[in-house]
Each structure stands twice: as C-alpha cells, then as structure tokens.
C-alpha cells in the first residue's frame, strides 16, 4: 500500500521556522516534491529532490527552505526558514517512483503564517 504522510505543520510567526516530515512507503521512489495552495490559488511548486541528491526550488523559496530526505528513515523534510505571511498554505509532499506517470499525493499540512 503507498503512503505520503506529511507532518510538522502549524502556526509560527514571521521570521520562524517550521520542519516539515514526509514519510513515504509503498514504492521505490526517486523523486519527492513538495507543494503548496494559499486560499484561493493554484498548487505551487516549493522544492523538489532526486535519489540522487540533486535538488530545485522556487525562486519564492529559494535561501530560506531547503529540502532533504533521511534515507534509513525513508522521510524528507522541508526546513523553512525566515517564514513570511505569503508563505501561509496547505503544504503537500508528493513522491515518484520510476515507471509511475503521476506523483504520489500526501494530505496535506497546514502552515500558518502570522505577520
């Protein structure tokens, strides 16, 4: 069975720090993502990483939140630093394993950002 269970979010002020966890099982997968929806837009992309370490982020996000994965532990994490109020979303971790057309979808984790 394939599981994308994201935790860690919440509410932090502006200029905080939150530690997103994405714990993905059910596939091998080479590729996670994670993503985010503020209220009235669009999905966004935030921060992607290969198996192989390389990594790619948003230019919104780029200095600030960095992207990492815990292999014995099969998690990846989302480390957000100096947090602003346009970073308010859901946040989703996705996971892609080879051969698979689409991304794995976690639930989601709300991150709250007050000014």
């Known amino acids: 069975q394939v599981q994308v269970v994201e935790s860690g979010g919440g509410l932090v002020q502006a200029g905080g720090s939150l530690r997103l966890s994405c714990a993905a099982s059910?596939?091998?997968?080479?590729?996670y993502a994670w993503f985010r929806q503020a209220p009235g837009k669009e999905r966004e992309f935030v921060a992607l990483?290969?198996?192989?370490?390389?990594?790619h982020y948003a230019d919104s996000v780029k200095g600030r939140f960095t992207i990492s994965r815990d292999t014995a532990k099969n998690t990846v994490y989302l480390q957000m630093n100096s947090l602003k109020p346009e970073d308010t979303a859901v946040y989703y971790c996705?996971?892609?394993?080879?051969?698979?057309?689409?991304?794995?979808w976690g639930q989601g984790t709300q991150v709250t950002v007050s000014s």
């Open positions: 059910g596939r091998t997968f080479s590729v």
């Open positions: 990483l290969r198996s192989g370490g390389s990594t």
């Open positions: 996705a996971a892609n394993a080879p051969g698979i057309g689409t991304y794995d």
